[in-house]
């Protein structure tokens, strides 16, 4: 997939609109998707979590903790589909 985010606003109850770069968008629970334990405890705090931010160097949202959530992930939850297999691939 690989699609970067371009938009994103904090709503209540932890979720999420999302925009992608190629207009699929949508709200994503992230209640559903995390534990808010580690990297993501801070995000327990609805006030702290509305700070959340694009990072426009990866596509993706962060907030200030380092917690950051896959594209990829996000993407696949919105549009209901599957999440790729990516596989390397190894030269001989």
């Known amino acids: 997939m690989l699609k970067d985010i371009i938009v994103v606003k904090p709503r209540e109850n932890y979720q999420l609109y999302i925009s992608f ?3 699929l968008e ?4 992230t209640s559903k998707l995390i534990q808010f334990t580690g990297v993501f405890a801070a995000l327990q705090d609805e006030k ?9 160097e990866v596509g ?3 907030w200030r903790s380092g917690a950051d959530l896959d594209p990829d ?3 696949a939850v919105i549009s209901n589909q599957p999440i790729p ?3 390397l691939s190894r030269s001989a």
Do not use: M, P, S, W
């Not at 949508?26 to 629970?29: A, E, K, L, T």
């Open 21 to 23: 770069e190629d207009r």
């Open 26 to 29: 949508g709200i994503v629970d």
């Open 48 to 56: 702290y979590f509305a700070q959340v931010e694009l990072n426009h």
């Open 60 to 62: 993706t949202i962060q």
């Open 73 to 75: 992930v996000l993407y």
């Open 85 to 87: 297999n990516y596989k």
